[in-house]
């Protein structure tokens, strides 16, 4: 769930190099390979575990409208076809553009695709800010470990990474959202836009910012907790590698080294990380896109579980571990391309 | 150390919970306050929608993360471990099955899965730990694998080897005892996550709605509309427990790293 | 692809389309009428959308045959002025307003009827929301181009509550029988919906709004405000903040605790009218299959009318009002509303004594363990499943309150949270002890009453059970008599009779507990509007009504308030400023959405980048200075 765990318990860096041999080509292509074989999996998981799912969707359809039996009958014909059919029916095309969800009765794919770029914008904002300010703070409490700053911005960072993104939401919305303790609420309780708003304008665009405010400071500072945590310890363990004292012994500004050696090579798997922690980024998004009605993927993941909406519960599934698994086998190639220990 | 003495604190809370609070206290059909009273003398932490008082519900509530946070944690544990030295102590295809397995569920992301599954199987507390538990055990099976491969290289595993020690023997027997600090020290850092967790499901409405755990107490809260009426004394202190508990387990969890990397 | 579709029907019969398109402009600014909802429609097909949501824009977009009355719910004239029945009740004349044409000028014709009736008798798809009306329907003819008349198989009453939308057969002859199921039905850029209702769609963004123009030609008279916009709003907090921001005129459906808090805003009229829907306790009386075939595994107890006695006596219902509708609402009796004051009744017997229920249960031999759980006279204890739906926060928190009153009587209830999806199963199979649902009530009482009969138990279709309506699995030969009764029963009066007598019968044997009626909370800016229309007259819903009444009256308060206010109303309609970008090519129309915000979000990221370089170099640079004075 969390960077934190991995880095802090000290264990080897997961990209680190694995005693791979042989040309970069054949390291790509096995990447590839595993990433597709991951994937194949989610999907064959993806449709099996929802058959296991009790309910008669037909008849909750039918129930309160005014239909005849042999419609009924009729309409369940549709939805018996024998299993095997059914599964490569389902593999053929997971994001079969004719699957309707079962709460909003329009074609799944409609419903994502209008619902990505919401949260695009809102993780995209949130990961650049939390990228930026996180490794800067790490830099500064990793360089000095001890240092009054690192004492202050690591134990701040350990709460942060302590709380339920959500509820850091929740607590924001109500102060600076609805209003509390004397404060007036002056950010929008929820939503992408005020109503009635051109968001194609500059005002539109302007809007959208105004109630993007909270749910993107929610999520940067629990993101960016991490990000400086992992960049704090990476630059430690950096420091005490033998090129860097020696860098030093030869008297090399204290600065110098940091900028030019050290923080480059720490940089490296923090940035990694950042990209393998597309899952974790994930969660943020369902539970704060909930709190502050986002309408994104997130938000659309929690409608579809509070139904439950099988047909949208299963896109969306599929849809993060696309983009999980994409992030990844995109961090491991990077790092075949520049890391040359990774080629040896 | 001030992380042990907040966990100490909570779990005295959950041990002591059902004796201080009688259940007539959190009986719905019982309730004597107003709905969404503010902090008062008789409700030192306000009322919910039902006229409970939060502070009641809390202290029960402290129970019920903590045994869920526990509980899914040993899962997770056995199932890590399990898997852990299993893969790294056989070779060939069965190794590279589990490997991939482990490669598979650390790559998937977490709260899909859950909700996946949660879906799937139904709100309940029960529930709530197996899916908590079969989604958490990734780490540390990749950590103790890795633990176990450097084990195993270590001389008198091989003599024992030599010896005609059978698979089941080396592992219980030498593996394991020798696995087992960072076992420990893993585990304290899983149950802050995994309370995280449980915290998050709940909130979802993926936990037992009955039961009235911190993430349970946040959904209702957040569904009966608690953020707009301004009923921060609704909001606030399940966070701050959670916030407690998790980063006393992050503290004493890393300390004992520490201590452990100091004797090695 | 369907867009074109429509586009080109439009395209091919339409004549004066851009002069309905545009508002009429009476004044500088339109009057536009905001309503707020929290749910998007599903469909503006009136073949395939099924929401509530939905089915208002169809009875804004489309007029019925005949209408239901606003003061009664009796049935009222529609399209058609007058109708009778032949004296033997099977054949039905109506005959419809002269001059009626449909909002493009085209005439409205009793062969529009006699088109849409055709199209489902004899659609497979088109039943799906209509086949109840037409299954007794043997032929639909149209004598002149004002008189329908049909033929029934048996006198049926349903003939006065013939709720099918009478669609423009120069429209829909375009959309053939396989079209039908994915036609969207919204109207093409800059054009509006052919209807016959008060209003038109116009135009429709998915998980946005709808936004509707009065329609001229409607046959009651052009209405008071010349647009109306639905906007769709995700929880009804937002709802809330809207309508005091003035966003919106009218909120509708929301929760109590948002309710409460717009009581006494400035400006804001909190409105609890009475509405059709009720909650129930129900029970499992013995699951069993059309033919009689015991299904399930329901404790037998619960077939013991004593214990579903107690049951009732032991529950609290004034207090579920208070506590779960936080007295939104009124305490239940029976399965017809009290809205409906023609045909319901309160016995009014079952009252709230946990004394009585301890004393029926003892008398019937369900004597105290040690446990605090009774133990019937077969030796089972009273330990009961009792299902409650995740889909609905009160159905949960009823589940609370129902546990703790059963358990005051000795009786355990294991409280099952699960989706509605899988509980209509586990119903179905009969696999329950007792579960809490609701139903909302239609005027007529039909199809209500027949969830009680023994003809909709559930039934079996290639080796699998399937749950029909019936959730009591009541079975009663003299209910189901009356039942007959009343449905050729075409005289009103004497029906309501009969009704009353079946509802006491379902009272009597505590097929249900009705635990409430809950009232449909709604709140409007009085300071902006009135002349709105409840249903029943005084007491009912403003909106989401059988018809549209509050749409037809609603004015603006007057004129020079009016001219200020409707001006910051129309500020928050997305007609003006969106359809000017609009023009463009009909590819475009697809993705506009998408490219704005795409556009938005390579902006922010951008300026985003751009500031944090600039910060994190401000920075660098003094903080190198910083290091080396050190």
Request: glycine share 10%.
């Amino acid at each position: 769930m969390s960077l934190l765990q991995e880095v802090a318990v000290g264990e080897p860096d997961p990209i680190r190099p694995r005693r791979v041999t042989g040309p970069t080509a054949r390291i790509v292509a096995g990447k590839i390979l595993r990433a597709v074989v991951t994937l194949a999996f989610v999907v064959v998981f993806n449709f099996f575990l929802f058959r296991l799912l009790p309910g008669d969707p037909i008849g909750l359809y039918t129930r309160g409208r005014n239909m005849d039996p042999e419609q009924i009958a009729a309409l369940r014909e549709e939805l018996n076809r024998p299993i095997w059919e059914q599964f490569f029916a389902y593999i053929r095309n997971p994001f079969d553009p004719g699957i309707d969800s079962t709460r909003f009765s329009q074609p799944v794919w409609e419903l994502i695709g209008e619902r990505v770029w919401p949260t695009v914008l809102l993780l995209g904002t949130a990961i650049v800010i939390a990228t930026i300010v996180g490794i800067w703070i790490g830099i500064r409490a990793g360089w000095k470990p001890g240092s009054r700053f690192d004492k202050v911005s690591t134990g701040t960072t350990l709460t942060l990474y302590s709380m339920p993104e959500f509820w850091l939401g929740m607590m924001l919305l109500i102060v600076l959202g609805v209003g509390a303790f004397g404060l007036p609420g002056f950010f929008p309780v929820g939503g992408i836009a005020s109503p009635g708003v051109d968001t194609s304008t500059p005002a539109g665009w302007l809007n959208v910012l105004w109630h993007m405010f909270l749910p993107c400071l929610t999520l940067t500072l629990i993101y960016l907790a991490d990000y400086s945590l992992v960049m704090r310890a990476s630059l430690i363990d950096e420091r005490k590698s033998e090129y860097l004292m020696l860098a030093r012994a030869k008297g090399l500004r204290d600065v110098m080294v940091r900028k030019r050696h050290a923080v480059p090579n720490a940089l490296l798997p923090t940035i990694t990380l950042i990209f393998l922690s597309l899952g974790f980024v994930v969660t943020g998004a369902i539970t704060v896109e909930t709190v502050f009605s986002w309408p994104g993927l997130g938000l659309l993941t929690y409608e579809a579980l509070r139904g439950p909406d099988i047909p949208l519960l299963q896109a969306t599934f599929l849809l993060f571990s696309i983009a999980v698994i994409g992030a990844n086998l995109i961090a491991e190639l990077l790092y075949v391309i520049i890391d040359p220990r990774v080629r040896q | 150390m001030a992380g042990l003495i907040i966990l100490a604190f909570f779990v005295l809370v959950a041990i002591l919970a059902p004796i201080l609070i009688s259940p007539e206290s959190l009986d719905v059909t019982k309730a004597t306050g107003e709905r969404f009273d503010p902090p008062s003398l008789a409700y030192p932490l306000g009322t919910d929608e039902d006229g409970r008082s939060i502070l009641l519900l809390l202290a029960y509530g402290t129970r019920i993360s903590l045994t869920v946070g526990l509980a899914a944690t040993l899962i997770s544990m056995v199932i890590g471990t399990a898997v852990g030295i299993m893969a790294g102590h056989f070779r060939g295809a069965g190794s590279h099955a589990l490997v991939g397995v482990t490669d598979w569920f650390l790559v998937i992301p977490f709260l899909p899965l859950a909700i996946v599954l949660a879906t799937v199987l139904g709100p309940s507390t029960l529930n709530l730990i197996i899916v908590i538990g079969i989604t958490s055990w990734a780490g540390t099976a990749r950590l103790i694998r890795a633990q176990t491969l450097s084990i195993e290289g270590r001389p008198y595993i091989e003599r024992s080897k030599a010896l005609g020690a059978g698979n089941w023997h080396q592992m219980t027997r030498h593996v394991l005892p020798n696995v087992f600090p960072l076992v420990l020290a893993n585990t304290t850092l899983t149950v802050a996550i995994v309370i995280l967790s449980e915290t998050t499901l709940s909130f979802l409405g993926l936990g037992d709605p009955l039961a009235p755990s911190w993430g349970a107490i946040l959904d209702s809260a957040f569904s009966t509309g608690a953020v707009s009426q301004g009923a921060w004394w609704y909001v606030l202190p399940p966070g701050i427990c959670v916030v407690l508990v998790v980063l006393a387990f992050t503290l004493v969890g890393r300390a004992m790293e520490r201590i452990m990397e100091g004797r090695t | 692809m369907i867009r074109r579709l429509i586009a080109g029907v439009a395209a091919a019969t339409i004549v004066a389309v851009p002069a309905a398109a545009v508002p009429h402009a009476q004044a500088a600014d339109p009057v536009v009428f905001t309503v707020g909802i929290l749910s998007d429609i599903d469909s503006l097909n009136p073949f395939t959308g099924i929401l509530a949501e939905s089915y208002e824009m169809f009875q804004l977009q489309y007029a019925t045959l005949l209408s239901t009355s606003s003061v009664d719910f009796t049935p009222d004239a529609g399209l058609a002025e007058s109708w009778e029945t032949s004296a033997d009740g099977k054949t039905w004349t109506y005959t419809l307003r002269p001059d009626l044409v449909w909002s493009d000028g085209t005439p409205l014709t009793a062969n529009d009827v006699v088109y849409t009736f055709n199209r489902i008798l004899e659609g497979r798809y088109e039943q799906r929301n209509y086949g109840n009306y037409v299954r007794n329907i043997t032929s639909v003819t149209a004598p002149d181009d004002r008189t329908v008349v049909m033929t029934t198989k048996v006198p049926s009453p349903i003939m006065e509550r013939l709720a099918v939308y009478i669609l423009p057969e120069h429209v829909w002859s375009g959309v053939d029988a396989k079209a039908v199921k994915s036609f969207a039905n919204e109207p093409a850029e800059g054009e509006t919906l052919v209807g016959s209702g008060p209003f038109l769609v116009v135009e429709r963004r998915t998980g946005q709004f709808i936004r509707m123009v009065a329609n001229d030609n409607y046959f009651k008279g052009r209405p008071q405000v010349d647009e109306l916009v639905f906007r769709i709003y995700n929880n009804p907090d937002a709802l809330g903040q809207a309508l005091i921001k003035g966003e919106i005129d009218f909120a509708s459906g929301l929760t109590a605790d948002v309710f409460s808090t717009l009581e006494g805003q400035e400006g804001i009229t909190t409105y609890a009218g009475s509405y059709s829907g009720f909650n129930e306790l129900a029970f499992n009386m013995g699951a069993a299959l059309v033919d009689g075939t015991p299904i399930g595994d329901g404790n037998p107890h619960m077939q013991d009318q004593r214990v579903r006695l107690a049951i009732s006596h032991a529950i609290d219902r004034q207090q579920l009002v208070d506590k779960i509708l936080d007295g939104y609402g009124t305490p239940g009796a029976t399965i017809i509303p009290p809205t409906y004051s023609t045909l319901h009744i309160d016995p009014g017997t079952q009252t709230y004594d946990p004394a009585l229920a301890n004393q029926i249960l003892d008398e019937a031999g369900y004597a105290m363990g040690p446990d605090g759980v009774r133990i019937g006279p077969d030796g089972v204890p009273m330990k009961y499943r009792l299902f409650v739906r995740t889909d609905s926060d009160s159905s949960v928190k009823s589940g609370e309150y129902f546990k703790s009153y059963l358990a005051a009587i000795g009786i355990e209830a294991d409280i099952k949270p699960v989706d509605e999806n899988a509980l209509f199963e586990i119903i179905g199979r009969g696999e329950f002890d007792m579960f809490e649902w609701g139903w909302v009530v239609e005027p007529d009482p039909d199809y209500q009453l027949s969830t009680f009969t023994c003809g909709k138990r559930s039934y079996e279709d290639g080796g699998e059970v399937y749950a029909d309506l019936s959730d009591s699995f009541f079975c009663d030969p003299e209910y189901d008599a009356l039942y007959a009764a009343q449905s050729e029963e075409t005289d009103q009066a004497a029906r309501a009779e009969i009704v009353k007598q079946m509802q006491q019968i379902i009272y009597d044997n505590v097929a249900y507990v009705v635990t409430y009626y809950y009232d449909n909370l709604e709140a409007y800016r009085s300071d902006r509007f009135t002349g709105f229309v409840g249903q029943p007259e005084g007491s009912g819903s403003l909106l989401f009504q059988y018809g549209t009444y509050s749409y037809e009256n609603v004015e603006p308060i007057s004129a020079d308030t009016g001219g200020e206010e409707s001006s910051a109303s129309a500020s928050a309609s997305p007609g003006a400023s969106e359809s000017a970008d609009a023009g463009g090519s009909t590819a475009a129309e697809e993705t506009s959405g998408g490219s704005n915000t795409g556009l938005i979000i390579g902006l922010v990221i951008a300026a985003l980048v751009i500031i944090g370089l600039v910060i994190a170099l401000v920075r660098m640079r003094s903080k190198s200075t910083e290091d080396m004075k050190e």
